[in-house]
C-alpha cells in the first residue's frame, strides 16, 4: 500500500525531544506506508530554510507560497514566481484567505492570492488554497482568476457541503485532514460523503491537527494513515482501494511521475 500526505509542515516539526532528523520522520511515515510526503511553505524565508533542512529527495516535493497569516513578514511576488519555476517545486501556497484572525489586511490577503494563482497558471503549477470564515471571497477569486487553468485542492477542508460542491464545479480538489475524524466535525463528514473518490486527497496538516487516537498529541506524516482509515470507512471503501485512489489523484494533480498507481 502507497499513501501520500499531501500536506505537511516538516520544518515545524519537534526535532530536539520527538524526532531525531527528517530521515526519522521519514522512518516512521514508511512504516505506516506513508510513501510520499509534500512539504509545503507558507513564507518565502521559510520555504529556502525548509528546503536545505530536506534536502533532495525522492520521496518529498516542496510547495512554495505565503500564508495569508503571513504577509507581514514579506511578500516579493518577482521572488515568489522565481522560487516557483524551480523543478521541485509542484505547488504554489499554501495561499489563500483568513478572515478568522485577520481582517484588517483583507484586500492585501485577495491581492496576493489571486498572484498565487496567476503565478500557478503561468508556470502550469496547481495553487494549494486556505480558507477560515471566508467562503464567499475565495470562490470569487479562484473563479474570476480562472484557478481551472491550473488546478488546485482546498486543503484541510472545514466547510459544508454546498461549499464541496462548488468547488468541485471548479475543478478542485479537496483534502481531508484529521478534524475529520474529531467527533464535533459532521458538517466535514457530510461534504466527504459527497466528494467522489476521483477528487480527495489526504493530509495530516503536521504539527497541526493530529487525528483521533492521537488527538493532543503533535502531528506527523505517519499519523495520514489514520486519516485514509477514518476515510475509507465513511466512503465504503478498503483502505487499500482508498490510498490507491487519493495516490493516483496527488499524482495527478501535482504532475508527479513515478507513484505507483
Known amino acids: 500500500m502507497f499513501l501520500v500526505d499531501s500536506h505537511c509542515h516538516l520544518d515545524c516539526l519537534d526535532y530536539e525531544k520527538l ?13 505506516r506506508d506513508v510513501r510520499y510526503m509534500l512539504a509545503v511553505a507558507t513564507t518565502l524565508p521559510g520555504f529556502k530554510s525548509m528546503r536545505e533542512l530536506i534536502g533532495k529527495r525522492d520521496n518529498i516535493a516542496f510547495s512554495c507560497g505565503i500564508h495569508p497569516l ?9 521572488e515568489l514566481a522565481r522560487l516557483a519555476a524551480a523543478p521541485d517545486v509542484v505547488a504554489l501556497g499554501e495561499t489563500g484567505l483568513d478572515y478568522y484572525y485577520q481582517q484588517e489586511n483583507a484586500a492585501l490577503q485577495r491581492d496576493i492570492f489571486r498572484e498565487h494563482i496567476r503565478i500557478g497558471r503561468q508556470v502550469n503549477k496547481p495553487v494549494i488554497v486556505h480558507t477560515r470564515s471566508a ?40 483534502s481531508f485532514s484529521g478534524i475529520v475524524t ?18 480527495i486527497l489526504v493530509e495530516t496538516d503536521s504539527p497541526y491537527l493530529a487525528p483521533v487516537p492521537h488527538r493532543g498529541k503533535e502531528n506527523q506524516p505517519a499519523y495520514v494513515r489514520d486519516v485514509a482509515e477514518y476515510m475509507a470507512v465513511l466512503k465504503g471503501v478498503s483502505v487499500e482501494e482508498l490510498a ?4 493516483r489523484n496527488f499524482a495527478k494533480l501535482f504532475h508527479i511521475q513515478n507513484l505507483p498507481a
Open 19 to 31: 524526532h531525531e532528523n527528517i530521515d526519522d520522520v521519514v522512518e516512521k511515515a514508511q512504516q
Open 70 to 78: 503571513n504577509l507581514d513578514e514579506g511578500h516579493d511576488i518577482e
Open 135 to 174: 467562503r464567499e471571497d475565495t470562490l470569487s477569486i479562484l473563479k474570476e482568476e480562472k484557478v481551472q487553468d491550473c488546478g488546485g485542492v482546498l486543503h484541510c477542508f472545514t466547510e459544508d457541503k454546498e461549499t464541496a460542491t462548488a468547488l468541485l464545479d471548479l475543478g478542485l480538489y479537496i
Open 182 to 199: 474529531f467527533r464535533n466535525a459532521e458538517q466535514i463528514r457530510e461534504a466527504a460523503r459527497i466528494v467522489p473518490l476521483d477528487r
Open 244 to 247: 490507491q485512489q487519493t495516490t
